[in-house]
């Protein structure tokens, strides 16, 4: 009697009949069609079946997150309206009228007149790009400042890191405010670039600290340790290996950080310090307006708000990003 191979059927036949093997083919034709029109695969990986990266998934959270994008809609429309402010007012921030100093609303005016009886609408809208270039220079400013001298201290470390340290502890001794004041107070032009160069100056410490504390927990990891074991450059690793991983802690303290610089901006300004006549900056409103607030307080109430809505949006944005990029959250 012939030995039956462990994939006969019951009955000593073929190995498997001509039915059964159609099915099982069909059964595979499905599944492999199933898979390849499945948009992703599984949890934690891309459509390609591949892991996903830490940039891919913040992405994918923020998209889901409505706090998000509310925050990013109210940004994109104060940059909007920063670069093209025609296109919600057609009116001139230095036309005034002294005859309708203080007057409220009326038609083609909804929020008044302010003490010079300019348009306060029109100067509320025309300050959205005073804010707004102040605070993106000033973090752009700031990250690039402080991420370089915070990486490269966090890199090498040894005299250049204890030097970092103990200048970063002399700028982190000094108020904002009463450094403004001083260093302020000696500068005649009325642009936004000796606000936005002491903001650098005093704000890049910050940026620098966390850039330092990423990047030493970066290079004690083990792919940057094969990469030094097999001869790469400090030049490599650190544009290659470190920074990519270092980088997202940075991102979400400037974005936070925005939201500051326009108010540390308008403080200066209200102070008399920062912008000056005849610069148009919501700060200089709430000035002008603040020794009015009792005989017409929509002066006061439309600048302040702008700024109020701004610097939430930007502080909203930073939040989301923040629970976005953090690994401890997933």
Not at 36 to 60: C, F
Not at 71 to 98: E, K
Not at 178 to 195: C, I, R
């Amino acid at each position: 009697m012939p030995e039956q191979k462990p994939w006969d059927d019951a009955t000593g036949g073929g190995a498997i009949s001509g039915a059964g093997a159609g099915g099982a083919m069909d059964l595979a034709m499905d599944e492999g069609t199933t898979l390849e029109k499945t948009p992703g695969g599984p949890e934690g990986t891309g459509p390609t079946g591949k892991p996903r990266s830490l940039w891919s998934d913040a992405w994918r959270d923020l998209r889901r997150n409505p706090v998000f994008i509310i925050s990013g809609l109210v940004i994109m429309f104060l940059v909007v309206i920063s670069i093209w402010p025609s296109l919600i007012t057609d009116q001139d921030p230095l036309d005034c009228d002294l005859s309708k100093a203080q007057e409220g609303s009326g038609p083609g005016h909804p929020f008044g007149f302010d003490g010079q009886g300019c348009d306060v609408y029109t100067r509320t809208v025309h300050g959205a790009r005073t804010s707004v270039t102040v605070g993106v220079l000033s973090t752009l400013g700031v990250s690039l400042l402080g991420g370089v001298l915070g990486g490269l201290a966090g890199f090498f470390g040894g005299a250049w890191d204890a030097v970092l340290s103990r200048i970063t502890d002399v700028f982190f001794g000094i108020p904002v405010v009463l450094g403004g004041l001083v260093f302020l107070s000696v500068v005649t032009s009325s642009t936004v670039w000796p606000v936005i160069g002491f903001i650098v100056l005093l704000g890049w410490p910050q940026i620098a600290r966390i850039a330092r504390g990423a990047v030493i927990t970066a290079k004690q990891n083990d792919y940057v340790q094969a990469a030094r074991a097999l001869g790469a450059s400090n030049s490599r690793m650190l544009l290659r290996h470190i920074t990519p991983n270092a980088v997202a802690p940075v991102i979400v303290v400037a974005t936070i950080a925005l939201g500051t610089y326009i108010s540390l901006e308008a403080t200066l300004s209200y102070l008399g310090v920062g912008l000056k006549p005849p610069a148009v900056s919501w700060g200089i409103d709430i000035s002008a307006a603040s020794q009015y607030v009792r005989n017409a307080p929509h002066m006061l109430l439309w600048p302040a708000g702008a700024l109020a809505v701004t610097v939430l949006a930007f502080i909203m944005l930073g939040d989301a990003v923040r629970d976005a990029l953090d690994p401890k959250l997933r």
